[in-house]
């Protein structure tokens, strides 16, 4: 559970129903950063003021003792906030229909009081106290199969904390675990038959106290732990169809083996419900697309009961030799096509070792060309059950003034418009871009949009409320993530990834530079007339919640078009990696997601209540 200032507004929750443009973006850094001072974990309960239709959003973040101001300008012209505190004054300017954000880094305890105004009429004072200082918290979750009870304890203080966890009558109650400042610690589990009771009741001496109780069993009902954890894809993972070089030597057949590594989460749910959970299984060694000796294969597991079993893990994907690659998968779901809906599979091609993101040459778009990687995709129809033969995008998408480009793993989107969005990253001049490719035609043909940002890398795209189409970025500089806004001030008049971007931000939502991802909370079923998405102001993210390392994986949710983050939970404590998410047909969001190059891909599944920590 987080702290909020004295007198402040209890958090909103939101409970589970059971272009190219080239602007000098991510070298722009806020004035308002101040200090870098890390200690993972936990955002208190936002102070927001509004008049009119533009707001100022005051938020802490005690994942890095920060105070987050974000300015809304939801208006048709650009606009200068004008802010003032602690006597100094900062005038950013933001785009219709745009926002941006000021953070500043302090100790806990520290009391704020914003003045913001705009020549529109905004005047309002958005005041609080960074609150850190009891940012603890004691998180029960479940492995499944196998039915292993973990009790998490978070320490986001600025001092170490001694947990006392008791179960009353289990053998060798109570424990106790010295959690650091700014830590966490998953070291007490306990295998128990499905089916049994738990009671914790956990305390610190500085006045922390939670309890838990329910029964162990896995699937998320009433009662249960509201996470459960199951690993997808490991080291020692059977994959079925792998390609490989016969003892001819000349000739090619596929076999059942393992991986030396496997990385890059992908993860998409089908009209009905269907999940599709697909990795690279780099197949010699842990080297990215073009490494190495390039044998990356495309594997998936697919499951029609919520994510309570998997089929077994197969190649979906792969290249004629093993010294051509395909990887870095993304997925993305056409609904308005009826049935289970029509599945596009985005992968990179490689062809050939040394043939990588940065090893690729600019000149060419053709579909053979062998110089650059390619964007390749395959479809299905039924549920990821069979798969069509691969389609070469680089004729449709790829400016041949770009070096290396590649569709950044994980998962794009439909838009309410029915559009199809998949992010792209590329490269030109030097230069690493965000960007988009989009299909108004149900796939029969693909665009590249304009840059969305410079100096990024992988990025996802979302809807909000509002309609707005927004890029959560992951900075090449690590420390942040970085927004942009879709169809600011397009001379086309375009509204979304077609249209030129306004200038991206700095989030201040710490973050030590990994592909991450956020979603709008929108179940399979929640489609328009047409069959597309509707939209939500309800978020959901999932990131490293460290400025330095890849660890500390967190959930947040939003309620307000991402305008605050007032609660969020550990799905991983210490080491984790790349993730994705994706709402479950009956609500639940499952997140996938990767430990280090050798720890496996897990399936974590949780409630919004969980999420939270507000069950």
């Known amino acids: 559970m987080t702290g909020r200032p004295p007198n402040a507004p209890h958090p909103s929750r939101v409970h589970l129903p059971r272009r190219r443009t080239s602007p000098p973006r991510l070298v722009l850094l806020l004035v308002a950063v101040l200090a870098v001072l890390v200690a993972p974990l936990a955002t208190a309960a936002p102070g927001s003021a509004a008049t009119g239709t533009q707001a100022a959003v005051a938020s802490q973040d005690c994942n890095s003792s920060r105070i987050r101001l974000e300015l809304l300008n939801p208006t048709a012209a650009a606009t200068t906030f004008t802010v003032a505190y602690g006597g100094s004054t900062w005038t950013p300017s933001v785009a219709a229909g745009d926002r941006t954000d000021l953070y500043f880094t302090r100790t806990s305890g520290t009391a704020y009081s914003f003045h913001v105004t705009t020549p529109q009429g905004l005047d309002t004072t958005a005041a609080g106290t960074l609150d850190c200082s009891a940012a603890l918290g004691a998180q029960v979750s479940l492995d499944c199969p196998g039915n292993v009870l973990r009790m998490t304890l978070v320490n986001h203080s600025s001092a170490a904390q001694d947990f006392t966890v008791a179960w009353p009558g289990r053998s060798g109650s109570a424990w106790t675990r010295t959690v650091a400042a700014g830590a966490s610690d998953d070291s007490l589990l306990w295998t128990v038959a499905s089916g049994t009771a738990y009671s914790f009741t956990t305390t610190t001496a500085s006045g922390f106290s939670r309890t838990e109780s329910g029964t162990a069993t896995c699937g998320l009902a009433s009662g249960t732990p509201g996470m459960n954890a199951q690993t997808l894809f490991s080291t020692s993972t059977a994959i079925q169809g792998l390609n490989r070089l016969s003892s001819d030597g000349s000739t090619y057949e596929t076999y059942t083996g393992t991986a030396t590594s496997v990385r890059i989460p992908a993860m998409a749910v089908t009209n009905t419900g269907t999940i599709l959970a697909v990795a690279d299984a780099r197949v010699d060694s ?195 993530r970085w927004y942009a806004t879709a169809g600011d001030a397009s001379p086309s008049g375009a509204t979304d990834v077609a249209g030129a971007f306004g200038p991206a931000w700095n989030s201040g939502l710490v973050d030590p530079g990994c592909n991450a991802d956020e979603i709008a909370y929108l179940a399979p079923t929640q489609v328009g007339a047409g069959g597309a998405p509707q939209t939500t102001s309800v978020a959901v993210m999932s990131n490293n919640a460290s400025a330095s390392s890849r660890s500390e994986l967190t959930v947040r949710v939003s309620s307000d078009d991402g305008a605050s983050w007032p609660r969020q939970a550990l799905v991983k404590s210490g080491a984790a990696g790349y993730s994705t998410l994706a709402v479950l047909g009956g609500g639940a969001v499952a997140d996938l997601y990767e430990i280090g190059d050798t720890g496996g891909i897990v399936f974590a599944d949780f409630t919004l209540d969980w999420a939270q920590q507000d069950r």
Request: aromatic fraction near 8%; hydrophobic fraction near 35%.
């Open 286 to 480: 842990s080297a990215d697309l073009g490494g190495g000796d390039n044998n990356i294969q495309t594997v998936m597991r697919r499951s029609t009961d919520g994510g309570a079993t998997w089929s077994a893990a197969k190649v979906v994907l792969h290249a004629p030799t093993t010294s051509e690659g395909y990887g870095d998968p993304s997925l993305v779901v056409d609904r308005t096509a009826g049935g289970q809906g029509t599945i596009y599979l985005f992968d990179n091609y490689s062809p050939a070792p040394g043939v990588g993101y940065y090893g690729s040459a600019a000149g060419s778009d053709s579909a053979t060309d062998t110089t650059a990687m390619h964007i390749r995709y395959i479809t299905s129809t039924d549920g990821g059950a069979t798969w069509s033969a691969p389609v070469d995008l680089n004729p449709q998408v790829k400016d041949v003034a770009w070096a290396g480009m590649f569709a950044s793993s994980g998962h794009g989107i439909q838009l309410a418009s029915g559009r199809l969005v998949q992010p792209i990253v590329y490269r030109q001049d030097g230069v690493d871009h965000a960007a988009d490719i989009y299909s108004d035609d149900h796939g029969a043909t693909w665009h590249a949009g304009p840059a969305a940002a410079t100096g990024v890398n992988e990025s996802k795209v979302l809807q909000r409320g509002d309609g707005k189409v927004v890029q959560n970025l992951r900075s090449n500089s690590g420390g942040n």
